[in-house]
């Protein structure tokens, strides 16, 4: 079946630690991204990618990285340097360039800081 | 500064009754939005889109509606079913390439039976 799949669903970490989130989809999209998600806030732009090897900084890129060397996969890692890092991250695809088209989001991860 | 605002954070209807979900905008330059369904620990789900050269797209038990001048968007579900029970996401792009969407906060509504 296609989709995105995102991995681990929940996940803790402890305080200076940095953690990866993966993200994998199989719909042959060019774009991806990855939005923040806090109680009561709508989604927030980390990072998006629109090619290969290329990425931009969304609204809120501190304390993150990404990279995107194969176009099926779009890890983020949350650095220590992220301040309040506990919180529902989705990543989700979509054709770049067409305007008109929807995003496809992935079921999201969970991160909590202890 | 949000530019993508649902200034109801909650709404509950009636089964059978008419939903209706807003959606308020400041960036006069987008010109193309969307509605999300979220239902607890999941990835959102499209549901309907509109581009600003209409100002009605209709798809089954979903309407939306689009006031430019207003810069105001709305989202009529009829009839409304508890399986409706979800987060509503409106979601707003000036992005001729790519989909770089601004998100609303989202309204909760819950169809009560």
Redesign the interface.
């Known amino acids: 079946d296609g989709g ?1 799949t ?1 991995s681990p ?1 929940y996940l803790f970490r402890k305080e200076g630690q940095n953690v990866t989130l993966s993200c994998e989809q199989n719909l042959n999209h060019d ?1 991806m991204y990855w ?1 923040r998600q806090d109680p ?6 980390i990072y ?1 990618s ?1 090619i290969v090897n290329d990425f931009q900084k ?1 609204d809120i890129a501190e304390g993150y990285s990404v990279s995107r060397e194969k176009k099926e996969s779009f890890p983020l890692t949350v650095t220590s340097a992220q301040k309040n890092p506990t919180a529902f991250y ?1 990543c ?1 695809s ?15 991860s ?1 991160l909590t800081v202890l | 500064d949000q530019q993508v605002k649902q200034n109801s954070p909650s709404l509950s209807v009636q089964e059978g009754r008419i939903s209706i979900l807003n959606c308020d905008y400041t960036n006069s330059m987008f010109d193309y939005f969307l509605w999300y369904k979220k239902y607890p620990a999941e990835g959102p789900t499209f549901l309907i889109s509109i581009s600003s050269i209409k100002d009605k797209n209709e798809d089954g038990r979903f309407t939306v509606f689009l006031n430019k001048s207003a810069k105001h968007l709305s989202l009529h579900i009829v009839p409304s079913q508890p399986g409706d029970s979800a987060v509503y996401f409106c979601a707003a792009s000036a992005d001729n390439y790519g989909q770089n969407f601004v998100f609303g906060p989202g309204t909760r509504l819950s169809v009560l039976p």
């Open positions: 995105i995102q669903k774009a939005y009561g806030q709508g989604l927030r732009l998006y629109q969304g989705l989700a979509g054709l770049a360039g067409d305007l008109g088209g929807e995003l496809f989001f992935g079921e999201g969970r």
